[in-house]
Structure formats: C-alpha cells, structure tokens
C-alpha cells in the first residue's frame, strides 16, 4: 500500500488552492463587467456626441471618434468572451453584475439623451431616448434572470440541507 | 438521490451560488480522488500535480454550467479525462485510439478478488484505456454506470474493457512474480 496512502490522504498544495483562489475571486469577475460596460457605455455616449454634431466634424476628428468607438466595442468584446468562456459569472456575480449593468445603462441612456435634447431635434432625442429604454430593458432582464437563478438555486440548497439534517 | 449525492449536490449548488469557503470544501473532498485518477494515467506525481490544477481550472470555469449537481463526480472525472487525454496527445503527438468493443457482458471471475495494491502494482504495465478503467473503477469506486458517463461508452463496453484489463493486468502481476495465478 506505500503508494496508495500518499494520494488517498494527499492536501491539497497551497500553489493549487492560490490559483483557484484567484480563479474564483469576485473581484476579478466584476473588474471584467466593470471594463465590458465602460468600454460599450463609452462608444454609445462617443456615438451620440458624434450623431448630434450640427456641423460635419474635420476628417481627423471623426477617425479619432471611430477609434474610440472601436476602442470601447473592443473591451466590451474581450469583457463578454472572458465572461462567458474563461470566468462565468457564479449565481450572486451575476446578480451584482447585473445591477452595475442596469446602473451603467440608465445612466448611459440618461445621459445621451441630454446630449441629444440640447443638440438635436426632437426627433433624434426621442430616437436616443428609445435607444437608452432599450438598454435598460435588456439590463432590467438581465436582473430580473440573474434574480431568478439565484432564486431557484437557494431553494435548491435550503432543500438540500433539509433532506441531509 | 443518495446521501452521498445530496452532500455532493449541496456543496456544488453553494459553489453554484458563489460562496467561494465552498469552492475550498468541494477541493478538500475531490481533490485526493482526482490527483490519484491522474497520476495512474500519468505515472508522473509532478505531472500529475500539474493536470490536477488544470482539471481543477476547468471544473470552476465550467461549474455554473452543470445543471445536475448531484452528477459532480462523473462530470469531474470527465473534465479530468480530457486534461489527461489532451496531455497524452500533446505529449506523444497521436490521438487517443478509439477501441470498438463488443457490448457483451461478460462474467469475470476476477472482479471481486484484485485490490488496490494489486491494481496500482500493475497499472504502469497497462495500455491507457485498461489502466484508465481499472483506475475508476477499482480505486475510485465509482459504479459501473459512472465509469460508462465518464469514458463516454455504454455499460457493457466497460464490463468488457474490465475484464481484459483485468487479464492483462493478471499477466503484468504474474510477470512480476506476484504470483498472482
């Protein structure tokens, strides 16, 4: 048996359970949603400043503008596939997550539709305004099924623990 | 479910939820089972350690996906399989044969008379497939049904695929002079 008793009582090595410390930290889960919704918030707010310019912009500032458009599309895309396939978000992450989204949506939304109310027609506010509802509508899904899973998953446990006590 | 299930079921809905003291529990429990499954396939406890930890990487990536979590163990046999399997081809450059076997149930006087020394003696002689068998069923104790989700065969292919590594397993031991006849 001198080579069973090794694995059978083997600890788990500290170098193990400091990757999967880091593997399931909360803060790095939010870092990336943080980074997704400034990144797509900020190309929203750069397209609305851009949509509602009165007069055509000079060649060189419109590249910079699509620059940051791209820049902020970009980090939200690295933030969505990190999200999905490297660190999904745990039933209580998506939650606070959802809620930065919905807070980062309203704002957005809020916000564009200033800009446009002061620099564009009513119709083009009433269109970003729409834009900004839509935002919110599919942040405000996003919470209510991040609220729902979590939900059914600590009905789930509290059943658990009833049939093992 | 079972007790067992229940517990195991319990721990992976908490680790589910986001209570990270239960991703902790959850390696303390499997991490021993999980380390000796990989480490009979690799004969390396340095390798071993190492596909441990990505097995590990992968089963927390992966868990919010797993929707029966009273089915933890097969499902984390089998992520760990596949860190194995991959380490195999990257290491020896060929694919993991595919064997077809016949579905035959076969009676084997052998089944209920090897132990876990005669098992782990023998391993490193086995070709991969019959040591990876052996591995789960014989020293991780997992049933039959297991086994067939894990490698991904049906029942009778992992009665059959026991039985000839049980025999070949014998002829290693014998060679040895275990004098296992």
Not at chain 1, 103 to 114: I, K, N, R, S, Y
Not at chain 2, 51 to 62: K, P, S, T
Not at chain 2, 98 to 111: G, I, K, M
Not at chain 2, 142 to 158: I, K, R
Request: with cysteine; proline share 4%.
């Amino acid at each position: 048996m001198s080579e069973q008793n090794p694995a059978a009582h083997r600890d788990v090595p500290d170098e193990l359970e400091r990757a999967l410390a880091a593997e399931v930290s909360l803060g790095a889960r939010l870092r990336h949603v943080a980074v997704g919704l400034a990144g797509g918030c900020t190309a929203a707010l750069i397209a609305v400043l851009w949509a509602t310019e009165p007069h055509p912009l000079p060649t060189r500032t419109q590249a910079a503008f699509a620059g940051l458009i791209a820049i902020g599309l970009a980090w939200a895309a690295v933030a969505g596939w990190v999200l999905t396939r490297r660190r999904p978000l745990f039933a209580r992450d998506r939650v606070l997550g959802a809620r930065l989204a919905l807070v980062a949506a309203v704002v957005t939304g809020v916000a564009g539709t200033a800009l446009t109310a002061a620099r564009a027609s009513t119709a083009e506010a009433l269109a970003t305004a729409l834009a900004g509802l839509t935002l919110v509508a599919a942040a405000g899904l996003l919470l209510v099924r991040a609220n729902s899973r979590r939900r059914e998953l600590l009905r789930l446990r509290d059943a658990l623990r009833r049939e093992a006590s | 479910m079972s007790g067992d299930g229940r517990c195991e079921g319990l721990l992976v809905v908490r680790c589910q939820l986001g209570e990270r003291a239960a991703f902790q529990e959850l390696v303390q429990i499997w991490h021993a089972p999980l380390w000796r499954y990989v480490r009979g396939m690799v004969g390396s406890p340095h390798l071993a350690d190492d596909l441990a930890q990505d097995a590990w990487v992968a089963v927390v990536r992966g868990l919010t996906r797993l929707r029966q979590p009273e089915r933890f163990a097969p499902w984390l046999f089998t992520i760990a399989r596949r860190t194995v399997a991959d380490h195999l081809r990257q290491a020896y450059q060929a694919s993991v044969t595919s064997v077809q076997e016949a579905d035959a149930v076969v009676d084997d006087p052998l089944s209920g008379v090897l132990t876990t020394m005669q098992v782990e003696a023998g391993l490193n002689g086995l070709p991969p497939l019959e040591r990876e068998v052996l591995i789960l069923f014989h020293l991780e104790d997992l049933s039959l049904a297991t086994c067939a989700e894990v490698l991904g065969v049906p029942p009778g292919t992992v009665k059959s695929r026991l039985h000839r590594a049980r025999h070949m397993l014998r002829s290693v031991l014998a060679e040895r002079g275990y004098g296992h006849e």
